[in-house]
C-alpha cells in the first residue's frame, strides 16, 4: 500500500505567507511555465496575421501554397510546446492547492484536537465544522487562484501589451482604456462582496448548528410534539442560507459578462483606427497581418483582463474565509513523549489557594486547600451547582486555575498532556462513549484483558450474557446501552488505564446502591496505591473515606467526615437527609 504523503507541520500557521512558502518547488514551476506559456500565447495572434496575410499574399500570387503549409506546421509546432507548458502549470498548480488544503486542514485539526472542551464549546460545532471544511476550500481556491492567475492574466497581459505597443502605441493606449474601468467596478464592489461573503458563512454555520441540533435531539423534539416548530426553525436556517448564497455569488459571477463588455469597447476603436492604418491614412503603417494580430492580440487580451476583476473578488472572498479561521491557526502542538519525571513514584496531590472559573466567567470557587497522599480517597460532596465538577475539570487541565495544584514537586500546569494523561485518569460526569465495542470503549486501542475490570464494576455478567458478549457495539455515544452501562463501562475504562491520581466525577450516580457499595469495595482494592478523588453529589460513602472537601457558597472545607458532621451544619444536614431518604425507601 502507498504510504500518504508527509504532512507538514507549518511554522507560523497564522500567516497565509506560511503556505506558499511550503510550496516553493510547485510554485518555481508554475512560474517557469508560466512565463513560457503565457509569453507563448501571443503566438497565437502573430501566427493568424501571417496566415492571414500568406493567404493575400497567395490570392495575389506573391507567395506559394508551400509556404503557407510550412507557416502553418511551424504554428502547429509552436502551439503544441505552448500546451505543453500549460499542462504542466496546471498540474502545478493543482498540486499546489491540494497540498496547501491538506496543510491547512492538518493545522487546524491539531489545533481543534489540541484545544480544551470549554475553548471548543465557545463556538457551536456548527460554525466549527463550517470553518474547517468551506471556509478552508475558499481560502484554498482564492489561494490557487491568485497563483494561476498572476500568469495567466498578469504576465500574458503584459506580453499582449508589449506587442500592441509594437505595433501602434497610440492606439494602443487608446484602446486599453476601458480595462482600468472594469478593475475601478470591481475593487467598488469588494466591500459588498466582504459582507455579503461573511454573512454567508455565518449562515452556513447556523444551518449546519440546526442540522446537528435536530439530528442529535430528535428524540427530545418528538417526545415533546415539538418537531414541526424545529423544522420550521430549520426551513428559517435554510431560506436564510439560500437567500445568502445568492447574494454572495451573485455580485462576482453576474459581474463577470459586465466586465468583458467593458473592456471590449476598445475594439470598435480598433476597427476604426486600425483601418486607417491599413489604408495608410492613419498613426501607424500596417498590411492585413498587422491588423489581424492586433485585433486578436486585444481581443485576447481584453477577454484575458476582464478575468483579472473577478479574480479581485475571488481573493476577497478567501481573504473573509481566512480572517474567520486564522484565529484557529495555532502552533502545532507535538505529541511530546518525553519526560523527566518518575511515573512510578509521583508522590501526593498538594492543591493551595486554588481559585476557578469558566473562562469570561467570574471565579466560581476561591481559595481552595486540600492534599491527599497515595492509598487515600478523597470525598468531594456539596450542594447542586456548587463548582464539583469544576473542579474535576481543573484538576485535569480543563478548566483555568490559579493557585496551585500539585503532583509531587511538579505544578500541574508546567506538565505536558502526555505526563497528565500518565499521572492522572479521569472519569467524567457523562459516559463519552465511543461508536466501538463494549471492549474497545474500555481498552481504547490497548491489548490487555479487560475481565478484570467488568468484574470490578459489576458488569462482567451482563456483558457475558449479551450475544457478542464484550464485542457487542455500544452504538453512537453508547445508545444501545443503558444509563447504568454506560457508566460502568466509562468507569472500567478508567480502571483499565489507572493512572497516581483517579478522578471520578459521580460514578455512581446510575447504579443502585447495593452495586454501588460492591464497585466501591472493588475500587478499594484496585487503587489501594492510587489518590481517588471521588466527586458525588450521594453521601452515603463519605463516612468510609478518609478525607472529605465539602463546597458550598465558593469555598470549601476540607476535613474529615466525622469533623463535618459536628462542625459544618449544612453537611451534617444534607447527609441526614440522604440517609433519612434511603431509611424511607428501604421501609
Ligand atoms: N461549560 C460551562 N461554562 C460556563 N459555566 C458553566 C459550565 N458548566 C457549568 N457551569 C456553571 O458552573 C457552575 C458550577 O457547575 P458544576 O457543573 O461544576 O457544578 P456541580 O457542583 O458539579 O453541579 P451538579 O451537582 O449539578 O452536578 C454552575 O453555576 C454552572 O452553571
Known amino acids: 500500500m502507498s504510504q500518504p504523503k508527509q504532512i507538514e507541520k507549518v511554522t507560523k ?108 464549546k465557545q463556538e457551536s460545532l456548527g460554525a466549527i465544522m463550517t470553518k474547517a471544511v468551506t471556509d478552508v476550500d475558499a481560502c484554498v481556491e482564492g489561494m490557487r487562484k491568485f497563483t494561476t492567475e498572476i500568469f495567466d492574466t498578469g504576465v500574458v497581459l503584459a506580453s499582449y501589451l508589449a506587442m500592441l505597443f509594437v505595433y501602434d502605441w497610440r492606439l494602443a493606449l487608446l484602446s486599453g482604456i476601458f480595462t482600468p474601468i472594469a478593475y475601478f467596478i470591481a475593487g467598488q464592489l469588494k466591500i459588498r462582496i466582504t459582507q455579503y461573503n461573511m454573512e454567508y458563512k455565518k449562515s452556513a454555520g447556523r ?27 430549520y426551513e428559517t436556517h435554510l431560506a436564510d442560507y439560500e437567500k445568502r448564497a445568492v447574494s454572495a455569488n451573485l455580485w462576482g459571477s453576474a459581474m463577470q459578462p459586465i466586465y468583458n463588455i467593458i473592456s471590449m469597447c476598445g475594439a470598435v476603436l480598433i476597427i476604426y483606427s486600425g483601418s486607417k492604418n491599413v489604408l495608410g491614412t492613419g498613426w501607424a503603417n500596417w498590411n492585413i497581418a498587422a491588423f489581424t494580430t492586433f485585433l486578436s492580440c486585444f481581443t485576447k487580451m481584453a477577454l484575458k483582463s476582464s478575468k483579472a476583476a473577478n479574480l479581485f473578488n475571488a481573493v476577497q472572498k478567501a481573504q473573509v474565509s481566512w480572517v474567520r479561521i486564522k484565529p484557529l491557526m495555532k ?26 472559573g469558566w473562562p469570561g466567567g467570574p471565579k466560581i470557587l476561591k481559595g481552595l486547600s486540600f492534599s491527599a497522599g497515595p492509598g487515600q480517597i478523597l470525598g468531594v460532596s456539596g450542594p447542586v451547582a456548587s463548582g464539583k465538577s469544576a473542579l474535576g475539570k481543573a484538576l485535569i487541565g480543563e478548566v483555568p486555575y490559579e493557585g496551585s495544584i500539585r503532583v509531587g514537586e511538579r505544578e500541574l500546569s508546567t506538565l505536558s ?42 458488569f462482567g455478567k451482563e456483558v457475558s450474557q449479551m450475544p457478542q458478549g464484550a464485542a457487542t457495539s455500544v452504538g453512537s455515544g453508547g445508545i444501545k446501552l443503558s444509563g447504568g ?65 465539602f463546597l458550598d457558597g465558593g469555598r470549601g472545607v476540607f476535613s474529615t467526615h466525622d469533623d463535618l458532621m459536628e462542625k459544618n451544619p449544612t453537611y451534617a444536614e444534607l447527609y441526614h437527609a440522604q440517609m433519612e431518604g434511603e431509611m424511607q425507601n428501604e421501609e
Not at 210 to 233: F, H, K, L, Q, W
Not at 504 to 524: C, H, M, W, Y
Not at 530 to 544: A, E, G, M, N, Q
Request: aromatic share 10%; hydrophobic share 40%; glycine share 6%.
Open 13 to 120: 500557521p497564522d500567516h497565509i505567507l506560511s503556505y506558499f512558502k511550503l510550496e516553493l518547488w510547485p510554485l518555481l514551476l508554475v512560474t517557469v511555465s508560466g512565463i513560457f506559456y503565457n509569453v507563448g500565447m501571443i503566438a497565437g495572434p502573430y501566427f493568424e496575421g501571417r496566415l492571414a496575410q500568406c493567404l493575400f499574399d497567395i490570392m495575389n500570387g506573391y507567395q506559394t501554397f508551400s509556404a503557407m503549409i510550412s507557416l502553418a506546421v511551424t504554428y502547429l509546432a509552436v502551439i503544441l510546446a505552448v500546451q505543453l507548458m500549460r499542462c504542466i502549470k496546471r498540474f502545478y498548480v493543482r498540486r499546489f492547492a491540494n497540498d496547501t488544503s491538506r496543510n491547512m486542514r492538518h493545522m487546524l485539526y491539531n489545533s481543534l484536537v489540541n484545544m480544551s472542551q470549554e475553548e471548543l
Open 207 to 233: 444551518l449546519n448548528s440546526s442540522t446537528m441540533d435536530r439530528i442529535s435531539n430528535s428524540i427530545t423534539y418528538r417526545v415533546y410534539g415539538c418537531e414541526p416548530n424545529r423544522d420550521s426553525a
Open 331 to 356: 502552533e502545532y502542538v507535538e505529541q511530546n513523549t518525553d519526560s523527566a519525571i518518575d511515573f512510578s513514584k509521583p508522590g501526593g496531590l498538594t492543591v493551595s489557594g486554588l481559585s476557578l
Open 417 to 458: 498532556g502526555y505526563e497528565r494523561s500518565r499521572l492522572i485518569s479521569y472519569m467524567g460526569h457523562q459516559p463519552d462513549l465511543v461508536s466501538d465495542s463494549i471492549e474497545e470503549n474500555i481498552r481504547l486501542g490497548e491489548h490487555g484483558s479487560i475481565a478484570p475490570y467488568l468484574q470490578a464494576v459489576c
Open 485 to 549: 452501562q454506560q457508566a460502568r463501562t466509562a468507569l472500567a475504562r478508567t480502571l483499565y488505564n489507572a493512572q497516581h491520581i483517579l478522578i471520578l466525577d459521580d460514578p455512581f450516580s446510575a447504579v443502585d446502591r447495593g452495586t454501588e457499595q460492591k464497585i466501591f469495595e472493588n475500587l478499594r482494592t484496585l487503587a489501594a496505591d492510587k489518590i481517588v478523588i471521588l466527586i458525588s453529589h450521594r453521601l452515603y460513602l463519605f463516612p468510609t473515606l478518609d478525607k472529605v472537601l
